[in-house]
């Protein structure tokens, strides 16, 4: 679903040394760790700026092979002294065989270690509390069909969007989730061309027209709106 789900963090080396450590210890590794982002598949951080603040309340689930990995997610993270947000447990309410073991990063950003049948590898879900659910869906129905999204769930307190695999949910929370970046993967140049025009025409702001970004390689090709709350939406294809 997620090409990458990118956070801004206060202290770059703290961040990177509580997410080396947890998702290592579910056969996430580490993919790229020089320059501006440290990446770890489809999930990376970079250092916040003065115009590109901290990211915050931001819950993001990441898939393990199994039971005990959720397990030794938390427990290398508690003995560390990363805070707990949650003991490893069934979670019933997300599926009779929902597996899942929470904890807080340095930045207070909920990141969780999930394990059920099918559960994939890399980021399986990610949710963001906005100021108004109603006016969040609009927004993502807007760019569903060129981001290959549909909506899945709709309650008053949250609606869910899926991809062929994962999803993301939009919810009501004491705190607005801050300065996020998620970047959905575009089958073609013409469908992020669709993208930046249909959240345009439809009143959203842009943050990118449609254009080559040859700093990140050559072929890559985006756009980028923002959300109601100004977090950056991305398209991208990547041209390989």
Do not use: C
């Amino acid at each position: 679903m997620f090409d990458h789900v990118t956070i801004r963090v206060a202290d770059r080396t703290a961040s990177e040394r509580f997410y080396y450590r947890v998702l290592g210890a579910i056969g996430i590794d580490m993919t790229h760790s020089l320059g501006e982002f440290i990446e770890w598949g489809d999930f990376s951080l970079t250092e916040a700026t003065a115009w590109n603040p901290v990211t915050r309340g931001l819950h993001i689930g990441f898939g393990a092979s199994s039971r005990e990995r959720v397990d030794e997610f938390w427990r290398v993270g508690t003995e560390a002294g990363y805070r707990d947000d949650g003991k490893p447990g069934p979670r019933p309410v997300y599926g009779d065989d929902y597996y899942g073991g929470f904890l807080l990063d340095p930045d207070g950003n909920s990141a969780e270690a999930v394990h059920f049948e099918g559960v994939r590898r890399g980021i399986d879900h990610v949710w963001i509390r906005v100021g108004d659910v109603e006016a969040s869906k609009r927004f993502y129905e807007t760019i569903a069909p060129p981001a290959r999204i549909r909506m899945t769930r709709d309650t008053p307190e949250r609606v869910q969007f899926s991809g062929e695999s994962g999803s993301f949910s939009v919810l009501t929370g004491g705190h607005v989730t801050e300065s996020l970046h998620m970047a959905f993967p575009a089958s073609d140049n013409e469908a992020i061309d669709a993208f930046h025009e249909a959240a345009t025409e439809a009143g959203y702001r842009s943050n990118g027209t449609p254009g080559e970004r040859p700093a990140y390689h050559r072929g890559y090709y985006s756009a980028y709106v923002l959300d109601p709350d100004g977090n950056n939406i991305e398209l991208v294809n990547h041209n390989r």
